[in-house]
C-alpha cells in the first residue's frame, strides 16, 4: 500500500504541473539532474547513446514545463533542419529566398499565435470600443528562446556564414539543449553544432568554474531576487502611494537588481550546468550596470539577444536605409529596439520599454559629434570624472526603463514619479534600514558584487577551481542550505520565462 502510493507521489512530481516549471533551484531539477549526470557519463563513450540520452532528457525537461506542447519543438527542429537543408542545396538565390520566408512565416507565424493574438484581438475591441474576452491560448514557456535560437540556424545558412548539418539528431540537440531551452543564452549554432562531435572533456578549471557560476546563480535568484521581490519590490510596485518617495526610489533599485540577479542568476546556472557535461555557452552578462551609455549597456546586458538583434534585424535595416546615412541607422536602431520591446512580451509597457530605448539610442548617434566637442571643450573627455558621470546617468536612464518595463500600467509610473517627486521624505531611509534589514543588505551587497572590479571575480573563481573536490562539495551544500533558509513556499520562476 505504502509502495503504490509512493509510486503515485513520484509520478504526481514528474508529470507536467501547469504554472510549476522544472528550473534549476528546485530539489527536483538537482535530484533529476544528478541522474542525467550518472547516465550521462556512463554512455561518455558511446556517442549515440549519449546524445540520445541528452535528447530525451531535454526534451522530457521541456515537457515538464510545457505540457504537450512540447511537440512544437519537434515541429520547429523538424521545419528549420529542412530550412536550412533546401537553402543550402539550391544556387538559385529566388529558391534561397522563398525557403528563408518560408521559414520565417512558420516560425514567426507559431510563435505570433500562442504570444500576441489576444494582444492584437485586444487592440482591435479597443478601437472598435467593444468587449473583449481574451481566448484561452497556452504560452509555451521558452518559444521566443529556441524560435530565435533555430532561426539564427536558418539564417547563418541564408548567409553564407554556416554549413548546415547533415543530422537531424544534432540539430535536435542544439534545439532541445536542456540549459538554455527555457530563458537563453540564444547559442548560436555555428558555435554549438562543431561541440556535439567532441568527445566530453572537463578539466578541473572547467569543473571548478561550473560549481562556481551554479552557486552564484543560486544566490543571485533565490538568495536576493526572489527574496526582495516579495518582501519589497513587489509591494510598492503593486501600491506606490501607499509608500514615500524614498521608498519607491528604493524598489526601483530594487526592481533592477531583482530583474539582474534573476535574469543573469539563471545564465550563470545555464552555463555552469552545460559546462557539468561538456558544453560551453556564450556569456550572456558582463557587469551591465557599470556601462557608460545605452549602446555600452546592450553590449553588456543579455548579450546574446543583443548580437542575434544586430545581426539579423539592424544591419538588414542598415543596408536598407543606407542612403539616409545617420537617419538610416537611427530608423534601423528604433525599429530594432521597437521589436525587442515586443519580444519581450504582448503588452505596451514592453513596446514603451522598446521605444525608450530605441529613441536614447537613435538621439545618442544623432549628438554623438557635438557631445564629443563638448567633451573635449571642457577637458573631461576619456577621463574617470567622465566615466563616473556616464556611468551614474545611464543607470538611471536603465532604472527608469525597467521602471516602465515592470509596471502593469501607466498610471503606477506616473504614481512612483508623484510620490518621488511630491512626497520624497529622505527621513524615512533610516527607519528603512532599521526596519528591513535584510533588504537593505541585500540590495547593498548586489550592488557591491556588480561593481566590484571583474579581476576579484576571476580569482575567486580560479582560487575556487584549486579548492579540493571535497571542499567544492562543502561549499555547495552550505549554498544550497543558504538558498532552502531564503526559499519561499511558493516559487519564483524566472522573469525571463515569461518572455
Known amino acids: 500500500m505504502l509502495f503504490n502510493f509512493d509510486l503515485y507521489k513520484i509520478y504526481e512530481q514528474?508529470?507536467?504541473?501547469?504554472?510549476?516549471?522544472?528550473?534549476?533551484?528546485?530539489?527536483?531539477?538537482?535530484?533529476?539532474?544528478?541522474?542525467?549526470?550518472?547516465?550521462?557519463?556512463?554512455f561518455i563513450k558511446n556517442k549515440t547513446l549519449r546524445l540520445a540520452w541528452l535528447i530525451l532528457f531535454s526534451f522530457y525537461f521541456y515537457y515538464k514545463s510545457a505540457g504537450y506542447y512540447a511537440g512544437i519543438l519537434i515541429v520547429s527542429a523538424a521545419v528549420n533542419f529542412l530550412s536550412g537543408k533546401w537553402i543550402a542545396s539550391t544556387e538559385k538565390f529566388s529558391l534561397k529566398k522563398l525557403y528563408l520566408l518560408l521559414a520565417l512565416i512558420i516560425n514567426l507565424g507559431i510563435l505570433s499565435y500562442f504570444k500576441y493574438t489576444n494582444f492584437i484581438l485586444q487592440i482591435f475591441h479597443d478601437i472598435t470600443n467593444s468587449q473583449f474576452e481574451p481566448l484561452d491560448i497556452f504560452l509555451p514557456i521558452g518559444i521566443s528562446f529556441y524560435t530565435f535560437k533555430s532561426l539564427n540556424y536558418v539564417f547563418d545558412i541564408y548567409f553564407d556564414t554556416l554549413k548546415p548539418t547533415n543530422s537531424f539528431r544534432d540539430f535536435c540537440v542544439y534545439v532541445f539543449f536542456f540549459p538554455n531551452i527555457l530563458a537563453g543564452p540564444i547559442d548560436r549554432a555555428s558555435d554549438f553544432l562543431p561541440q556535439i562531435d567532441k568527445e566530453p572533456f572537463i578539466s578541473k578549471e572547467d569543473l571548478g568554474r561550473a560549481i562556481f557560476l551554479i552557486i552564484l546563480g543560486l544566490f543571485k535568484k533565490v538568495v536576493i531576487a526572489d527574496y526582495i521581490s516579495i518582501n519589497f519590490v513587489d509591494r510598492v510596485f503593486d501600491f506606490p502611494l501607499r509608500y514615500t518617495g524614498i521608498e519607491n526610489l528604493l524598489a526601483i533599485y530594487g526592481y533592477v537588481l531583482q530583474v539582474y540577479c534573476d535574469f543573469s542568476g539563471y545564465s550563470d546556472m545555464a552555463i555552469g550546468i552545460s559546462l557539468m557535461f561538456g558544453f560551453r555557452l556564450m556569456e550572456n552578462f558582463n557587469y551591465p550596470f557599470k556601462a557608460t551609455s545605452i549602446a555600452n549597456f546592450w553590449r553588456r546586458w543579455h548579450i546574446s539577444l543583443s548580437k542575434w538583434l544586430l545581426d539579423y534585424l539592424f544591419r538588414p535595416l542598415q543596408?536598407?536605409?543606407?542612403?539616409?546615412?545617420?537617419?538610416?541607422?537611427?530608423?534601423?536602431?528604433?525599429?530594432?529596439?521597437?521589436?525587442?520591446?515586443?519580444?519581450?512580451?504582448?503588452?505596451?509597457?514592453?513596446?514603451?520599454?522598446?521605444?525608450?530605448?530605441?529613441?536614447?539610442?537613435?538621439?545618442?548617434?544623432?549628438?554623438?559629434?557635438?557631445?564629443?566637442?563638448?567633451?573635449?571643450?571642457?577637458?573631461?573627455?576619456?577621463?574617470?570624472?567622465?566615466?563616473?558621470?556616464?556611468?551614474?546617468?545611464?543607470?538611471?536612464l536603465v532604472a527608469i526603463s525597467f521602471m516602465i518595463f515592470r509596471s502593469s500600467d501607466i498610471q503606477t509610473v506616473f504614481d512612483m514619479f508623484s510620490q518621488i517627486f511630491t512626497f520624497f521624505h529622505g527621513e524615512v531611509f533610516i527607519q528603512f534600514i532599521e526596519r528591513l534589514p535584510l533588504i537593505s543588505g541585500l540590495i547593498f551587497l548586489g550592488y557591491l558584487f556588480h561593481f566590484m572590479p571583474s579581476k576579484l571575480e576571476n580569482m575567486i573563481i580560479n582560487q575556487f577551481a584549486k579548492t579540493p573536490a571535497i571542499g567544492k562539495i562543502i561549499i555547495l551544500v552550505i549554498a544550497i542550505w543558504i538558498a532552502a533558509q531564503f526559499k519561499t513556499a511558493d516559487i519564483q520562476p524566472f522573469i525571463y520565462f515569461q518572455f
Request: with cysteine.
Open 319 to 396: 543596408m536598407k536605409y543606407r542612403n539616409l546615412r545617420v537617419y538610416g541607422n537611427m530608423i534601423g536602431i528604433f525599429i530594432t529596439f521597437l521589436i525587442c520591446g515586443l519580444w519581450h512580451g504582448a503588452g505596451w509597457n514592453y513596446i514603451y520599454w522598446g521605444a525608450m530605448h530605441g529613441f536614447m539610442m537613435s538621439f545618442a548617434l544623432l549628438i554623438q559629434k557635438p557631445k564629443t566637442k563638448f567633451y573635449n571643450l571642457l577637458k573631461i573627455n576619456n577621463t574617470k570624472f567622465l566615466t563616473i558621470i556616464q556611468t551614474i546617468i545611464t543607470f538611471h
Open 14 to 42: 514528474l508529470k507536467f504541473i501547469p504554472d510549476s516549471p522544472l528550473i534549476f533551484s528546485t530539489s527536483l531539477f538537482l535530484i533529476l539532474f544528478f541522474f542525467f549526470l550518472l547516465i550521462y557519463n556512463l
